[in-house]
Nanobody, 124 residues
Framework: QVQLVESGGGLVQAGGSLRLSCAAS????????KGWFRQAPGKEREFVAS????????YYADSVKGRFTISRDNAKNTMYLQMNSLKPEDTAVYYC?????????????????WGQGTQVTVSS
């Protein structure tokens, strides 16, 4: 089993930055691709970014490309999402996820494990 815990959310003004963390525990975490998703009020959950855990290759949604950076620290079993130039439309609950495969994916149904989410609110 894999357990994921997000942290780092909060309230920030437009143009500001936040860094989310996703701490993982459980078996063979290092052999799984990871990702970030978000869900805004009244909307479906959507893909944000994903990372291949072994190679570090990354994949981003067009809406965050150039502003957000996904990274990982293998030694700490932790994944990060650095969010810069935040916009009010980035307001959402952000979830980290892991899948039983090495390669990244932008599809929610490809992920087997989910964190509880952390709220990010961007004021205008």
């Amino acid at each position: 089993q894999v357990q994921l815990v997000e942290s780092g959310g909060g309230l920030v003004q437009a143009g500001g930055s936040l860094r989310l963390s996703c701490a993982a525990s459980g078996r063979t975490f290092s052999r799984r691709a990871k990702g970030w998703f978000r869900q805004a009020p009244g909307k479906e959950r959507e893909f944000v970014a994903s990372i291949n855990w072994s190679s570090g290759s990354t994949y981003y949604a067009d809406s965050v490309k150039g502003r957000f950076t996904i990274s990982r620290d293998n030694a700490k079993n932790t994944m990060y999402l650095q969010m810069n130039s935040l916009k009010p439309e980035d307001t959402a609950v952000y979830y980290c996820a892991a899948r039983d495969a090495l390669t990244y994916s932008g599809y929610e149904y490809d992920y087997n494990y989910w964190g509880q989410g952390t709220q990010v609110t961007v004021s205008s």
